[in-house]
């Protein structure tokens, strides 16, 4: 969220064979963030079973995700490559504006996602009551207005300086574009756009991450009970494990250090953090946009599914018309279906009188 560093001097920049490292690494970050959400994109649209409440929210984020790699990762980059900003003091604040706004967004629509899976395990059979089409349009539209509150708002009323000026707005401003933190505003921002967040979805993912542990049991009992041969003891629970591990482990790790020093910077001042550690922590941020079609996408079926079409239909000699055979795909089943349930918690399949237990019912469904 953070584009720059208070610094007094403006550093040089980077000598070019490290300038030519960072920049490739950088630009094949900036890339990958963009493709995977566009896939996401249009894995939703072309396929039927993808189109869902849940999905709805996952769309949002990508998009939120693709937002940031078109308008903001770009200046970004420059700036992280010559420690110049050339294009003048309006444009930067709107940059730092679109910065925090998106990230914001983005962080709130993981939030709202891990609430989703909340309800769809906990309550399955109040789900469609709970979670409705107007339900998750009114949350959609408190994120934006929430991360607004944050972004524009603040630093275009100097809310965020120690003072009352508005930042950036120095003659010498052609040469820096930095996000000034106070104290009060490092606070507010950090509590309500992460580590209250932060607390919420880790008490969610303990609550799925227990009832897909004691289902497992169950499932383990009644295998034993009725049959002659013991279970084997991999029953897909490490899966969920895993699952639940890698989604929560890659939020905290990607966002935690950024809003440690964001807090800090606000509470010690801008220049308490600066040069190659800001840096770190800010594109670990950035990387969260990156890892969350993999996250929100891969890890679920139906989406994989539905990538496989899409790579199929864009390699070469891939067959014509493709894409709009995705808009045929069969819808799931009404039992499936019935009651809007888009996320069951578990469920035994019986296949060739084996038992599979389905575990990851916190993403795949």
Not at 209 to 229: D, L, M, P, V, Y
Not at 270 to 292: E, R, T
Request: aromatic share 10%; with cysteine.
């Amino acid at each position: 969220m953070d584009p720059c560093y208070n610094l007094t001097n403006v550093p040089e920049p980077m000598d070019f064979h490290l300038q030519v490292l960072v920049g490739s690494f950088l630009a094949i970050l900036i890339v990958f963030t963009l493709c995977g959400n566009v896939v996401v994109c249009l894995a939703v649209t072309f396929d039927r079973r993808l189109r869902s409440l849940t999905n709805c929210i996952i769309v949002s984020l990508a998009i939120t995700d693709l937002l940031l790699s078109l308008l903001v990762l770009p200046f970004s980059a420059f700036y992280e490559l010559t420690h110049k900003w050339p294009f003048g003091s309006i444009l930067c604040n709107i940059y730092i504006s679109l910065d925090v706004m998106l990230c914001t967004a983005s962080i709130l629509n993981l939030f709202m996602i891990s609430l989703d899976r909340y309800f769809a395990v906990t309550t399955p059979l109040r789900y469609s009551q709970l979670v409705t089409p107007s339900r998750v349009t009114v949350g959609l539209v408190i994120i934006w207005a929430v991360s607004l509150m944050v972004s524009f708002l603040p630093i275009h009323l100097g809310w965020n300086t120690n003072g009352t000026a508005v930042q950036n707005t120095a003659s010498n401003c052609s040469e820096e574009c930095k996000l000034e933190v106070n104290p009060v505003y490092g606070l507010v921002d950090a509590l309500l756009t992460f580590y209250v967040p932060l607390v919420i979805m880790c008490i969610t993912y303990y609550r799925i991450f227990k009832i897909a542990r004691e289902q497992a049991k169950r499932i383990n009992h009644t295998w034993s009970c009725g049959n002659n041969t013991p279970m084997p003891p991999i029953v897909k629970e490490h899966k969920a494990t895993v699952t639940l591990a890698v989604v929560l482990g890659a939020f905290v790790v990607c966002w935690f250090p950024y809003f440690t020093v964001f807090t800090y910077r606000g509470m010690w001042g801008d220049s308490s953090v600066k040069g190659a550690p800001m840096s770190i922590v800010l594109w670990l941020g950035y990387a969260n946009s990156a890892l969350n079609p993999i996250l929100y996408g891969t890890l679920n079926r139906d989406f994989r599914v539905a990538y496989k079409h899409l790579l199929h239909c864009w390699k070469p000699g891939g067959p014509r018309g493709c894409l709009p055979a995705l808009r045929k795909a069969q819808p799931r089943s009404k039992q499936q279906g019935q009651g809007g349930h888009e996320g069951k918690p578990l469920r035994l399949e019986m296949r060739n009188g084996t038992g599979t237990l389905l575990a990851d019912g916190a993403l795949e469904r």
